[in-house]
């Protein structure tokens, strides 16, 4: 049996109930117990009081350390996957933006690789699927997206995209395109994961898609029509629509942090998701990068282009965990944000996403604004305590 024992450690425990300081104990990969564990022989790390939260989950990430997803292939998600470990990410969703086929289909048979290799031996954040964002968006939305690679939405042309053979698959579409209801229809008729993004949609197309079955908006109030009070816009719509959640660049640019704590006030912290949308010069710090053929500059953690649009950010799961706590959240909230929502969003909540016994044991400690251990399936892949 392969087990591991944390003592000391402070507890966040999901719906709001703290756990004080306590042990917990993984064993062959999963959560056998919190709380009341006598350490025996096996391995035991004492987390002395750190902050024990379950594994950050990004559902919005291109890369990071220098790697992009869609053209660094196998070797360039084992480097992001290890950077994202040591930023308490223990599992992401590799997201592509528009691109040719080829370049595609590579992408996606290195993700389909790394998906059947141990994360753990290899010291990497778990892979979970894949994220379409566009090809199928509003080229007015387009933001840092190439509208050159856009597709116009048939059976064929959805079909046509390469996917792994297991996993989580999520999109970020335009509902109003032509074909977009069809679209939405279409994904989530095959377990995809429909979400509004890059787009000028009406409320009334919204609503078509909510039929459809879309129920997630990608980085809120970026990329898409915002508020105005005589007409609704895309993010109006999601703060008025009952039971739709989003997700937010919380790297304190993309949206005002007052703005964000007002939205998570108004519309319950179950609702919000953190991602990073992260590009690969995430954990490079300021200077000059190549990225999707365009000349990137990073600069007091803001990454622009020439014209000044801002292009992705350069923040982990952890930076938006901090930001949220400063903000106002509490632990538990943060890390609902951070963990438990997002693996509510992908259907996986039942395996991961919280500290309960029987989940799978990722686990990040935080202490002071740092990550001090990652473990993943039980494992420790990052240790800086
Ligand atoms: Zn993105």
Redesign the pocket.
């Known amino acids: 049996m392969n087990a591991l024992t944390l003592t000391n450690a402070g507890l966040v425990m999901p719906f709001g109930g703290s756990g004080g300081y306590a042990s917990v104990r993984a064993e062959d990969g999963v959560i056998a117990a919190i709380g009341g564990i006598v350490a025996t022989d096996e391995e035991f790390i004492d987390l002395g009081e750190s902050l024990l939260l379950p594994g950050f989950i990004d559902i919005?990430c291109?890369g990071a350390a220098g790697a992009d997803v869609n053209e660094d292939g196998l070797d360039g998600l084992i480097e992001a996957g290890r950077h994202l470990a040591r930023e308490g990410v223990t599992a992401w969703v590799p997201?592509l933006?528009p691109d040719s086929h080829d370049n595609y289909s590579r992408a996606v048979k290195a993700i389909d690789e790394l998906m059947r290799r141990d994360p753990a031996d290899l010291g990497i954040a778990r892979v979970l699927g894949v994220h379409y964002?566009g090809v199928f968006a509003n080229e007015n939305r387009c933001g840092a997206l190439r509208k050159e690679y856009f597709l116009e939405y048939s059976k064929d042309a959805l079909a046509g995209l390469p996917l792994p053979s297991k996993g989580v698959k999520m999109m970020t579409l335009a509902p109003e395109i032509e074909g977009g209801i069809d679209l939405v229809e279409a994904l989530v008729s095959n377990g995809w994961i429909a979400a509004a993004g890059h787009t000028s949609a009406t409320a009334e197309v919204l609503d078509k898609a909510w039929n459809a079955g879309l129920r997630h908006l990608t980085?809120f109030f970026n990329a898409m029509d915002g508020i105005h009070h005589r007409s609704l816009g895309v993010a109006g719509w999601g703060l008025a629509k009952d039971g739709v959640t989003f997700d937010v660049i919380a790297d304190g640019h993309h949206v005002h942090p007052s703005l964000l704590a007002a939205v998570t006030r108004a519309r319950g912290t179950e609702n919000v998701i953190l991602i990073s949308?992260s590009i690969s010069a995430a954990g490079l710090g300021d200077g000059e990068f190549e990225v999707w053929g365009k000349k990137i500059g990073v600069s007091g953690g803001v990454a622009t282009d020439r014209n000044g649009t801002i292009s992705?950010s350069v923040i982990s799961m952890k930076d938006a965990f901090n930001l949220v706590f400063s903000n106002g959240s509490s632990f538990e909230e943060a890390s609902a944000m951070a963990s438990l929502n997002p693996a509510s969003l992908l259907g996986i909540d039942r395996e991961t996403g919280s500290l309960e016994v029987n989940k799978t044991a990722d686990l990040t400690a935080w202490r002071e604004g740092e990550v001090v251990l990652t473990v993943i399936g039980g494992k420790i892949v990052h240790n800086a305590l």
């Open positions: 919005h291109h997201t933006v964002e980085h949308d992705g």
